[in-house]
């Protein structure tokens, strides 16, 4: 099993900046990949970006392309920790963001929710000004 849990959240104005935080533990020592995604109410989980076991590989979905960053940290070769630096931020980007684990694929950056077997609780992310 692995638990995620994510914070850094909160309320931001538009054109603003946030860092989320995505912290891995228990079966963290075998290599696997992570990604965020987001949903608002009514809509299905939308793919936001992933990274690949080593920080190798990275995807982002097009609406945050430029304006996102995901990274891993790396102690003594177990990146256990996710990050999303979320710059220039927009309304659209209003949503509760979830952490989630693939290990089945570590070697991969997937975007599909299917592919990701571990998810946190997530964290509100509101855009307004």
């Known amino acids: 099993q692995v638990q995620l849990v994510e914070s850094g959240g909160e309320l931001v104005q538009p054109g603003g900046s946030l860092r989320l935080s995505c912290a891995a533990s228990g079966r963290t020592s075998s290599p696997y990949a992570m990604a965020w995604f987001r949903q608002v109410p009514g809509k299905e989980r939308e793919f936001v970006a992933a990274i690949n076991w080593n920080g190798g590989v990275t995807t982002y979905a097009d609406s945050v392309n430029g304006r996102f960053t995901v990274s891993r940290d790396n102690v003594n070769h177990v990146k256990n920790t996710l990050f999303l630096q979320m710059n220039n931020l927009k309304l659209e980007d209003t949503a509760v963001y979830y952490c989630?684990?693939?290990?089945?694929?570590?070697?991969?950056?997937?975007?599909?929710?299917?592919?990701?077997?571990?998810w946190g609780q997530g964290t509100q992310v509101t855009v307004s000004s």
């Open positions: 989630a684990v693939d290990r089945d694929r570590p070697w991969l950056a997937g975007r599909s929710a299917s592919s990701y077997g571990y």
